[in-house]
Each structure stands twice: as structure tokens, then as C-alpha cells.
């Protein structure tokens, strides 16, 4: 059979209209800059009213700022998303502005490869995995409630590389995002029933505003990254802002229990250098 001019764009309409969240209600945590910022901004292009949730509330208030000049509603909350309370406050607040959540991001999190597991302190280990995991449990358990009730919804935890696999110097922050890859896994089978669907991201290397700084004062590093990625470009938060939109529209209507590599193929984090290092670390 031979399409007509006007049967492809009907076509492409609605293969592209898969992508669109217009109209939906999104939450953004850690959408104060980043990654969190970029997926809020790239969810209000696609037509979604805004949650914006941070812990600081200038970041919060600037990112709902912008978001309200694309012409999208946004509700600028400032919350700690490792207390219970908070993030139950979060939920009933949009609720009671939006009435629905169809979308919730957990992207607030984050960490640094500093200390080796034999240096490190009981309070390190706790804080990262409070940030890291607990923090998407209290979300994912909140919000769940709220979406089975729905009998529909998207929930996108943050994840990370360094959750697949050894993050020398990391193990706090690699061994919460590994939970929170089997935490995605585990809701979403018990979701599933339900029309909830849950998926997590795993970026690699992403150069968000503050990791831009960073690689001015030391270009070494970003050389040293560059050269083992093989796609030759360390990923951008609109990167990872793309696959969120695509995991919390209906273009990924049949995904569930996944969470996506985002790296560019990059194969490890671990760099023959620091093995020699960890050679000499502990004699
Ligand atoms: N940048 C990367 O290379 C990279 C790679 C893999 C995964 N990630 C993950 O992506 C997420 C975002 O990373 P980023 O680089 O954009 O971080 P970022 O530090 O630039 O931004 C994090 C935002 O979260 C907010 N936040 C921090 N603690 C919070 C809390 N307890 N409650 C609420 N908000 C809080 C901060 O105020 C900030 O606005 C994190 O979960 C991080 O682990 C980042």
C-alpha cells in the first residue's frame, strides 16, 4: 500500500504525539539545577505542569521561574526528600493544587567517589544511602499509594553507572544506586497490576553546570574521561533528560522494571591509574 502526503503526517502526528505530556502533572525532585532542572524544563516543553522539589528553595523558586515562562503552570516546593514527613507534605501539596500525579521524578541525590571503603565513616555510608536510596523508597512508597489509587502513572528513579558496577572510591554512593536499580525492579512488579510503571535512569558522566566548573580547573580529569568514552562527548543533563521524557511519556507505554545506561558506552569507571594508586593506598 502507498501513503499519501497526508496519511504520513497523520502518521508522524501520532508516533510524535506519544512524546508529548501535555496537560500531565510532574514531579521534579532535585530539580534546582542539573539533571533534576533540565528534565523539569524539557517536561514543561513537552507540556507537563510542574512539581519542582529542592531542598533549596531559591533553586526551586528560579527553575519554576523559567518553567512558568514556557506558559506551564509550576508549584515551587522546598523539601528534604530523606525525611518521611516532607516528602508526605510534597505529595499532599500537589494533590491539593493538582489533584493527580501522573509523572514523579526522583532524581535529587548525588555523590562523589572520595574515600575508600577502609577510610570510610559509618556517618558517609549512612548519609549516601539516605540520600541516595532511602530517599527513593519514601518517594516511590508516597507517591505509589497516590498512582495505585489512579490506576495509572509513571514514576523515573535516578540511578547511576556507578550502580552497575565497581566506582573505586565511591562504594557508599555506587552500592545505594544499585539499590535503587532493585528497588525500580521490585515496584515495578508490585505495581504493575496497577498501570503503575516504574524505570530508572543511569547516566554516566554528565556535565551539569557545577561538573563544568569543576573540569576548568581540572581539564586533566575531563582529557582522562574523554578519552574512554567512545562516543567521544561527556553527556549533557538535556541527555538525560530525553530518555526521562521518553520513560515518563506514553512512548514507553509497555517499559516497566528498567533501568537505562545512559553513557555513551563508556565501559568502566574503573581507570588503570587508580589501580596503581590502591597498590600503594593502604601499606
Ligand atoms: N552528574 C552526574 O555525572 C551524574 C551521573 C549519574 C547519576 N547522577 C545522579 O543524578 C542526580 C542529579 O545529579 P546532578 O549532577 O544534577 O546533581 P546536582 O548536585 O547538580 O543537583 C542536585 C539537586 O538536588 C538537590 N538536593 C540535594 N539533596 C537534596 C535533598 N535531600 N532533598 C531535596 N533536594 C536535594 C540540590 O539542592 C540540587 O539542586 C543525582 O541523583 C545523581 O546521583 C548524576
Not at 507517591?143 to 565511591?170: C, D, E, H
Not at 535503587?180 to 535512569?201: D, I
Request: aromatic letters at 6%; charged letters at 25%; one cysteine or more.
Amino acid at each position: 500500500m502507498k501513503y499519501k502526503s497526508s496519511d504520513n503526517q497523520r502518521v508522524q502526528k501520532k508516533i510524535m504525539n506519544q512524546f508529548f505530556i501535555e496537560g500531565k502533572v510532574a514531579i521534579v525532585t532535585g530539580a534546582g539545577q542539573g539533571i533534576g532542572k533540565a528534565i523539569a524544563l524539557t517536561f514543561a516543553q513537552a507540556g507537563a505542569e510542574l512539581v519542582v522539589v529542592d531542598i533549596d528553595s531559591a533553586s526551586a523558586n528560579s527553575t519554576a521561574q523559567e518553567v512558568h515562562h514556557m506558559g506551564r503552570e509550576a508549584l515551587a516546593l522546598s523539601a528534604d526528600v530523606c525525611d518521611t514527613r516532607q516528602v508526605d507534605g510534597v505529595v499532599r501539596e500537589t494533590l491539593e493544587r493538582f489533584k493527580r500525579i501522573d509523572i514523579s521524578v526522583h532524581n535529587a541525590g548525588g555523590g562523589y567517589p572520595t574515600k575508600a571503603i577502609l577510610e570510610m565513616s559509618e556517618e558517609e555510608w549512612d548519609k549516601s544511602v539516605a540520600l541516595n536510596l532511602k530517599s527513593a523508597f519514601l518517594c516511590c512508597r508516597t507517591v505509589g499509594k497516590v498512582m495505585t489509587k489512579q490506576k495509572r502513572g509513571s514514576i523515573v528513579n535516578m540511578s547511576s553507572m556507578a550502580g552497575f558496577g565497581p566506582y573505586p572510591l565511591g562504594a557508599n554512593y555506587a552500592a545505594a544506586k544499585a539499590g535503587v536499580k532493585n528497588l525500580t525492579e521490585n515496584l515495578a512488579v508490585e505495581l504493575g497490576s496497577y498501570n503503575v510503571r516504574v524505570n530508572a535512569l543511569a547516566p554516566g558522566p554528565v556535565e551539569t553546570p557545577t561538573i563544568a566548573e569543576y573540569y576548568k580547573e581540572h581539564p586533566d580529569m575531563k582529557e582522562q574521561r574523554l578519552r574512554a568514552i567512545p562516543l567521544r562527548r561527556i553527556a549533557s543533563p538535556e541527555d538525560i533528560a530525553n530518555v526521562a521524557l521518553f520513560l515518563a511519556s506514553d512512548a514507553s507505554a509497555y517499559v516497566s522494571g528498567q533501568t537505562i545506561l545512559i553513557n555513551g558506552a563508556l565501559p568502566t569507571f574503573v581507570r588503570p591509574e587508580l589501580i596503581a594508586e590502591l597498590g600503594r593506598r593502604f601499606e
